[in-house]
């Protein structure tokens, strides 16, 4: 009771301070948390469907460990980033003084260590695609201010999710004997969501320019448009009017995005409303897949029919928390 009182009074400080919390979850864009889900989601998906017969590896042991990659990410970018934050933005969380370098450090090596050791639990294929994840971060965050072929490196995260999840499946002799045949739906999915992610960036540079030209304006538009070509067009051929809802929506969502920025300028918002819509770009396929087994009597993918918009809301509930870039 001495001890509540003296806190509730203001003498002993707490642990952590509500700023210093929401500083922590901004470095770590756990904001982002559902759009990583919703890629293994789709990933783990695809290799249910490839592989049947093979054992199903734990989905609550793989978006650990990514969870655990990507904020682990988050924070290592923070930390390299810390000199340039100190002249620059001084506002953030370590330049302040409200968050050590060190700590910061240590939570990313922890994190990224982790995840990796996670995957060990999930399969070796996962661990194998996992470091290359690893990899990828270690490269962006070296060289994303210094050049733009960085952006490559951010993409290449985000895409080795799919064949980590969906090759997790495999043993290790099962996948180097696989036909080769069977990544190309995975590199399709790859590239859509890398353009995507690109989409994103030049939209936001492009969008703050004083006066944009017209290929500045179309460019960004091609690219956040290249899953409703390169996967919608492919559901299309395969599933055809099951494959219209998810993409009528992935539409719907980018053009008020698009719209959106153009009239307000706010390139923040747009920024954080197309990531979260990530979610979206993977329901291009689970959404149809998810319309066909229901019909045909498969109720067990009822709840797919609603994960994608509803991780995209989810990753927009959390930006309420903290923001997400």
Known sequence: MVLQGAISEGRIAPMISYQRFVDLLAMSRFANLPTVWSN??????????????????????????????????????????????????????????????????????FLLIGGLALGFLVATTFTVFAAGIVSCILAYTRWHKVHPISFLFMAGARALIYPACAFSFLTWQQFITLDPQLYLSLVLLAMSLGSYILGISLMARNESAPSPTSAQKIVPVIFLSVPALFTSGVMLLLVQAPALPSLILFLAVLSFCVKKVRLTKNIGQFVSRTLAAIPLV???????????????????????????????????????????T
């Open 282 to 324: 993977d329901y291009l396929v689970i959404g149809p897949v998810a319309i066909v087994a229901v019909f045909e009597g498969n109720m067990a993918f009822a709840p797919l029919l609603v994960i994608g918009p509803g991780l995209a809301l989810l990753a927009l509930l959390f930006q309420r928390i903290a923001p997400a």
């Open 40 to 109: 293994a989601l789709l990933g783990t998906l695809l290799g249910w469907i490839s592989f049947k017969g093979h054992e199903m590896p734990s989905f609550g042991l793989i978006a650990l460990s990514l969870s655990c990659l990507y904020l682990g990410g988050c924070f290592l970018n923070d930390w390299y980033d810390a000199a340039y934050d100190a002249e620059n933005r001084d506002d953030r969380p370590i330049p302040s003084g409200r968050w050590k370098r060190g700590t910061i450090g240590t939570l990313a090596f």
